[in-house]
C-alpha cells in the first residue's frame, strides 16, 4: 500500500512537473516554477510582431502597388482633362 502511494506520488509530480512545462513551452526538464524576465517576453513578443508585419508587407505589396499605379492612371487622367478644359 505504502509502494502504491509513493509511485502516486511520485507520477503526479513528475507528470506536473513535464506537464507544466510542456504547457509554458519550456524545455521538458526545465525548472517549471523559474519565471522569466519581463524583458525576455517583451523581447520574444516583440520578434514576433515584427515577423508578422513583415509578412503582412511582404503579401500585400503586390496589391498595393496594383493600386498606387491604378490611382495614378486615375489620376493622370482628371489632370488631363483639367488640362484641356482649361485650354478651351
Known amino acids: 500500500m505504502k ?3 509513493l509511485v502516486f506520488v511520485l507520477g503526479f509530480g513528475l507528470g506536473g512537473w513535464l506537464g507544466m512545462n510542456l504547457g509554458q513551452g519550456n ?3 526545465s525548472n517549471p516554477f523559474a519565471s522569466k524576465a519581463m524583458v525576455d517576453n517583451a523581447k520574444a513578443s516583440g520578434s514576433k510582431l515584427l515577423q508578422q508585419g513583415k ?8 496589391q498595393l502597388l496594383e ?3 491604378d490611382a495614378l ?6 489632370v488631363k482633362e483639367k488640362v484641356q478644359e482649361l485650354q478651351q
Open 3 to 5: 509502494l502504491l502511494l
Open 27 to 29: 524545455d521538458l526538464f
Open 55 to 62: 509578412e503582412t508587407v511582404q503579401e500585400k505589396t503586390p
Open 67 to 69: 493600386q498606387g499605379k
Open 73 to 78: 492612371q486615375d489620376g493622370k487622367a482628371v
